[in-house]
């Protein structure tokens, strides 16, 4: 004869084990997205760090203008860069 309780106990097992899974990957992914997020606020912290810097370098505090070609490659641009990889790890 059939029993219908067994079915039930078969399908709370089941459940119970993909809940911990669920749970464990859940938590993976939670973990992940907030390295990503501390990473990003780092990548904007240090951004901004260089832009303060690269104005301070061109207010003539530091000791004279900054060369043109380090001007260009490590002003505003690449602080914008840092900013902005930082920005987008930080909204996904």
Request: a positive charge; hydrophobic letters at 55%; glycine letters at 12%.
């Amino acid at each position: 004869m059939f029993d219908r309780f067994a079915a039930a106990r078969l399908f709370n097992e089941l459940d119970a084990a993909s809940s911990a899974n669920g749970r464990e990957q859940r938590l993976r992914q939670y973990t992940r997205q907030r390295r990503l997020r501390v990473f990003g606020w780092v990548l904007v912290a240090l951004g901004a760090a260089m832009g303060v810097v690269h104005w301070v370098a061109h207010l003539g505090a530091l000791g004279g203008q900054p060369a043109l070609g380090w001007d260009l490659a490590a002003g505003y641009p690449a602080a914008a860069i840092l900013v902005i990889a930082g920005f987008i790890l930080v909204g996904q």
